[in-house]
């Protein structure tokens, strides 16, 4: 099945400053890749996806890319704010289900 | 509230006693997953239903486990025989396409 890593596990970085978090994925026919964000004692919240026919995608301060020969992808979160603290998961596709990395927990210091 | 919901919150239970929980879904959803996450680990999945239909099921989701989803609209997990190991939270997602909206989770402390 897929296999999906994180890292770094941890990733503190000033207020204002850009945070990237980076992701592989095992299984090449995987073909839809989330991020989710997840706050202490919160449901996972869906904040961008990306499908394998597109390379980069962007939503205000967030945007992910997908390099479909390394089968690796990651998350771009630039102006960072405090409550951008939060740990973020990657996830891939495989016959229906997702697979998910095990967190990366994102600390924003004021 | 138009997302998904989960009924308990939180369960505590003894080793040994059944439980069950219950999964509201998106109401356009056609597709239901259940979730289990441990502390430190992103969510593991253990079951899929398309409408009615339960159509994989994790190697995770062992006997003591059932799941349904009676006329395709809200989903019940049921945990018999209940273990230490069992305690976690219970997430349930759901989608109409590949993106999965999850609710809050039912949180489940065996002792």
């Known amino acids: 099945g ?3 890593e994180q890292h770094p596990s941890t990733l503190s970085v000033q207020e204002g400053d850009s945070a990237v978090i980076k992701c592989t994925y095992s299984d090449s026919a995987s073909n839809y890749f989330p991020w989710y964000k997840q706050e202490l004692g919160k449901r996972p919240q869906l904040i961008i996806d990306i499908r394998s026919n597109v390379g980069e995608k962007k939503d205000q301060r967030i945007a992910v890319t997908l390099n479909k020969t390394a089968k690796h992808f990651s998350l771009h979160i630039t102006e960072t704010q405090p409550e951008d603290s939060a740990v973020y998961f990657c996830a891939a596709n495989g ?4 697979a998910f990395g095990k967190g990366n927990q994102v600390v924003v210091i004021p | ?38 502390l430190g680990q992103g969510p593991e999945f253990l079951t899929y239903f398309q409408n009615e239909a339960q159509l994989e099921k994790s190697r995770l989701l062992s006997d003591r486990f059932s799941a349904e989803r009676p006329k395709g609209s809200f989903s019940t997990l049921e945990i018999q025989r209940t273990e230490q190991g069992d305690s976690a939270m219970y997430l349930c997602a759901s989608s109409s396409t590949e993106e999965q909206y999850f609710g809050p989770g039912t949180r489940l402390t065996v002792t």
């Open chain 1, 95 to 98: 016959n229906n289900r997702l």
């Open chain 1, 2 to 4: 897929e296999n999906v």
């Open chain 2, 1 to 38: 509230d138009t997302g998904v919901s989960q009924d308990p919150r939180h369960k505590i239970t003894k080793r040994g006693q059944n439980v069950t929980f219950r999964c509201d879904p998106i109401s356009e959803h056609n597709r239901l997953y259940w979730y289990r996450q441990t």
